[in-house]
T-cell receptor, first 114, second 110 residues
Framework: GQQLNQSPQSMFIQEGEDVSMNCTSSSIFNTWLWYKQEPGEGPVLLIALYKAGELTSNGRLTAQFGITRKDSFLNISASIPSDVGIYFCAGQTISNFGNEKLTFGTGTRLTIIP | EAQVTQNPRYLITVTGKKLTVTCSQNMNHEYMSWYRQDPGLGLRQIYYSMNVEVTDKGDVPEGYKVSRKEKRNFPLILESPSPNQTSLYFC?????????FGPGTRLTVL
């Protein structure tokens, strides 16, 4: 299947720092999504991107859909303790039959050092 | 409250003993899916369903079965579980681009 390379795998930062993570793919996606997973819970959608070049914000989070449609990045500004978790990118394709397939990256684990 | 529920949340079983993990959603979504999450591999899709009686394989379907007899339910069946199916499983439902995930089922096969 399609592969999504997500980096970095983990980040250790201090509260107040900005965070940046990205995903790259060998394939083109129609939609890029960013999810956050907290311990003991399922992933929750943070931001959805629908068009190449699109830049979308959700509070302190900003994500962009790469021009080539093969990459996306997520930035978090002025991190706070509740930002801790695992962040996943996901690329979505829609087949000719309307099938929706979501391919996930391997995740970036964010830890905030006190 | 709109939600996806999974049962059980935790299960320890032995090799070869058939088990079913249930998934139910109350949002009237047509699309449902099962994923497994393993360290370093992210979430990988096992099976998905576009609607009642319509299911298809994801990236890692071997050793699993699903059924979709009603819109709200999408059970995951392991006919003969093996240790390599020890994992954290998530059910999701959605429409168009947004998928809502259940709380997860942690399965251990001894």
């Amino acid at each position: 299947g399609q592969q999504l390379n997500q980096s970095p795998q983990s980040m250790f930062i201090q509260e107040g720092e900005d965070v940046s993570m990205n995903c790259t793919s060998s394939s083109i996606f129609n939609t890029w999504l960013w999810y956050k997973q907290e311990p003991g819970e399922g992933p929750v959608l943070l931001i959805a991107l629908y068009k190449a070049g699109e830049l979308t914000s959700n509070g302190r989070l900003t994500a962009q859909f790469g021009i080539t449609r093969k990459d996306s990045f997520l930035n978090i500004s002025a991190s706070i303790p509740s930002d801790v978790g695992i962040y996943f990118c996901a690329g979505q394709t829609i087949s000719n039959f309307g099938n929706e397939k979501l391919t996930f990256g391997t995740g970036t684990r964010l830890t905030i050092i006190p | 409250e709109a939600q996806v529920t999974q049962n059980p949340r935790y299960l320890i079983t032995v090799t070869g003993k058939k088990l079913t993990v249930t998934c139910s959603q109350n949002m009237n979504h047509e699309y449902m899916s099962w994923y497994r999450q393993d360290p370093g591999l992210g979430l990988r899709q096992i099976y998905y369903s576009m609607n009642v009686e319509v299911t298809d394989k994801g990236d890692v379907p071997e050793g699993y079965k699903v059924s979709r007899k009603e819109k709200r339910n999408f059970p995951l069946i392991l006919e003969s579980p093996s240790p390599n199916q020890t994992s954290l499983y998530f059910c999701a439902s959605g429409q168009f681009n947004e998928q809502f995930f259940g709380p997860g089922t942690r399965l251990t096969v001894l």
